[in-house]
C-alpha cells in the first residue's frame, strides 16, 4: 500500500454526488434493461414489424449499455480486478454493439422513413376512392331514381296520368315544395298552367311566352335555375321567408309529323313545354348536379311518353273512324242488298202481271185478225196489233232492265225496208200529233237506201220515242223529221268527242233529225237527260206521265248500233232538236219485214202449217198435255203424249221432229239433257224445246246448260206455237 | 128462248167470265182450237181439269189435315200441279190462289196454307159451277139447231 497516498476522499462533499451518480447509473440501467423488455413485449404483440434483427441489435446495445452502467456501481468503491475485467469486457462488447448498430441504422433509418411515406400516400389513396365511392353512390341513387321514374310514367299511355305522375314522383324524390307544368296554348303565344303538385286545380294562368327568362329555358337542353321571383315560379304564396331556388327545365313535346321515316325530328318545329321545380322554403338546401342532371333526363323521357301517348291516341281515334265506317258500310251494302232484292222481286211480279194482258190483247187481236173483218176495220186492228207488239217488246226491255245494264242484251239482226219503217212510225204518232194541232212532216233523203239490214223493232222504238217525246213537249207548231246517210266531215259532232264513226263499204250512218217548237230544254237538264228515271222538274206539262226511261234505253240502242245520240237546244222555249246516227248495214234483198202483223197475214189462213210434223209432247198435267196437244194437232202435228221421263226417253227417236218437254217436272231437265246427248248432239233430230211457266233467268240458264234448242213460256197461244216450230224449223233455234 | 136470244146470253155470259177474271186468254186459245174435226175439245179438256183438281184438292186436304205434321213437299207438288192445270185451261182466279198458295207453302206456314186451300177450293167451284152452266147452255144452243157464236169474242 505504497501508493497509498490516498488522499483521505473528502468524503462529505464528494459522497453526494457519488451517491447520486450512483443513483442516476441506477436508474439508466433500469431505464436500459426495461426499454428492450418493452421493445420486445410490443414487438411480439405486433407481427407485423419487419425489423426484428435490428430490435435484437438495438436490445444488445441497449443490454450492455445497461450492463456497463450496472457494473458502474460497484466501481464507486474499491473494486476487485474481477470487476475490472467485467467491466471492461462489457464496455468492449457494448463498443462492438454500438457501432455496429450505429453502422446498421445508416441503412435502416431510410427504409423506415419511406416506410412512412408510403403509410401517408395510401392514407390519401384511400380518401380519395372514399370520395370516389362518395360520388358512385349518388350517381347510381339518382339513377335508380330516373329508372324508377321513367317507369312510372311509361307505364301508362295516358297523357293526363303521364304529366301528373311525374310531377308526383319528381316531387317525392327531390322532396320538392312545388312541381309545375306550363303547356304552350293552342295560339303558341302563351304558356298556360297546366299542372301543379300541392294546388288541386290550377286556375288558367297564363304567361306570355316570349319572356326573357323562359326563352332562356326553352334554349338549352339543362335544367336552368331561375328566380323565385319570375312569373312562371311564383305560384304559391310564400311559405317561409326565403324561398327556396328554383329550377325551370323545359319538355320538348314532340308530334307525330316530326317523325319522318328516314329523318331525325327537326330541331326547329319544336313546340315546349316548361317544368318548373322549387325546392323547399327555408331549408337553405341547394341545387346539386346530380339531382339536375335527374330533372333533365325525366324532361326528355317525359317528351317520348307523351308523344307516345300521342301516338296512340291518333291510332285509336283513326280505328274508332273505321270502324264507324265499316259500320256505315255495312249499313249501307245492306240497304242496297235489300233495294236489289226489291228490285227483283218487284221485277218478277211485274214481269208476270204486266205480261199476261199483253198476250191477252195480243192474242185476242191476232184471233181478231182471222175472222171477217171490213178493211177500215182490218186496218184498226192492225194498228192495235203493231202497236201491242212495240208495247210488248217494250215492257219486254223494261223489265230486263237488268239485261240492257250487263250489256247482255242482242239486237236483232235483219233486213227491213227503211223507208217503210219511218212510215209506220210516223202513222203511229200522227194521230195524237193531230190531236195537238201539231204539223209532221218526214223528209227522207233521196241517197236513202231503201233496205237496211239491223234491228229493226229497236231502231223503230228509238224513233218512236224520240218523236214521241218532240210531240209530247211541244205544245204547238210542227214536228220535222229528216233521215238521211251521214257523210264523212258530218259524222264527228263537237259535243261527242269521243265518238269516231268509221264508215265501211257495206255500212251506213243513218242521220235522223228530229226538230220540234216545244219548250225546249234548260242547259242545266242537259247531263241528266240520258238519266235513267231522273226528269226534269222544270216541266211545264202536267201530263207528262212516262217513267222517264224513255232517252235511256234510246241511248242504250243507239249505242249497240254503234252510234251516237243527243240532242241541242237554244234555251227553254226555243225548240228542240234531237238528233241521233246510228249504224245499219247494207243489203240488197228485200225480205218481208219480220213484224208479226205482215206474217200473220200471209199465214192467216195457213190452219195446218206443219203437216205430218212428228213431235212429243212431255208433261205431267193431264189438263196441259191435253191442251198443248190440242194446239198442236189444230196446227197439224202428228202428237204423241208422254206423261213421264222414262216413258219419253223410251219412245222418243230420230224420227220425232221436235219435243217439248215440261221442265217443270221434276226430271224435266235430266230428260231434255239426256234426249240432247242421246239424239240432238250427233243427229239432225229431234229439237228439244223447254215449256216452263217461269220466265226468270235461272230457268233461262238451266236451259241453256242442258242443250234445249228453245224455250216457250206456258200458256202458250195458237199463234206463238204457230211461230216457235215455224222458228225451230228454220233456223233449228229460237230465237 | 129461241136461238138468238140463247147466242146472246151466252155471249153476255162469256164476257162476263172474262171480264170477272175467271178466265184469261187462255180459254179463248182453247176455244180456238175447237173446230170440226174436234168439236168437243173444250169439254174435253175442262171435263179432265175438273177430275184432276177435285182429286188434287182431295190428296191436299188430307195432306194439311195431318196432325203428325204437315209435308210441304207434298203440298206444294200438289199446288204446283193445280196452278199448271187451271193455266192450261185459262181458270185464272184458281190459279192466282194456287200462286199465293205456293208462297205460303215456302215458308211453311200452317195458317195461311189453310186458308189457301179454302180459297182455291171456292175459286174452284166458282168456275166449275160458271162453266158448267156455260156448257149446259152450250148443249141447249146446240139442240135448238144453232152454232155457238165463239166468233162474237172480239172485245176485251
New interface residues.
Partial sequence: MESCNCIEPQLPPDELLSKYQYISDFFIALAYFSIPLELIYFVKKSAVFPYRWVLVQFGAFIVLCGATHLINLWTFTIHSRTVAIVMTTAKILTAVVSCATALMLVHIIPDLLSVKTRELFLKNKAAELDREMGLIRTQEETGRHVRMLTHEIRSTLDRHTILKTTLVELGRTLSLEECALWMPTRTGLELQLAYTLRQQNPVGYTVPIHLPVINQVFSSNRAVKISPNSPVARLRPLAGKYPGEVVAVRVPLLHLSNFQINDWPELSTKRYALMVLMLPSDSARQWHTYELELVEVVADQVAVALSHAAILEESMRARDLLMEQNVALDLARREAETAIRARNDFLAVMNHEMR?PM???I??SS??QE??LTPEQRLMVETILKSSNLLATLINDVLDLSRLEDGSLQLDLGSFNLHSAFREVINLIRPIASVKKLVVTLHLAPDLPEYASGDEKRLMQTLLNVVGNAVKFSKEGSISITAFVAKAESLRDPRAPDFFPVPSDNHFFLRVQVKDTGSGINPQDYPKLFTKFAQSQSLPTKNSGGSGLGLAICKRFVNLMDGHIWLESEGLGKGCTAIFMVKLGVTECCTESKLPAATNASMNHAQTAFPGLKVMVM??????R???K??L??LGCNVTTVSSGDECLRLISQDHHVVFI?V?MYDGYEVALRVHEKLTKRHERPLTVALT?NSDKATKDHCRRVGVNGVVL?????DKMRSVLSDLLEHRNLV | MDVIQMQRTWVEYTKSLYREGFLDSQFAQLQLLQDESNPDFVVEVVSLFFEDSERLLNELTKVIDQQQGVDFKKVDAHVHQLKGSSSSIGAQRVKNACVAFRSFCDEQNIEGSLRCLHQVKQEYFLVKNKLENLFSLERKIVAAGGSVPTEELNFL
Fill in positions: 199476261t198476250h191477252a190483247i192474242a185476242l184471233l181478231l175472222t171477217e208433261d205431267d198435267n193431264g189438263v196441259s191435253m191442251v198443248t190440242g194446239l194437232v189444230h215440261d217443270c211457266a206456258k200458256p202458250v197461244s195458237v
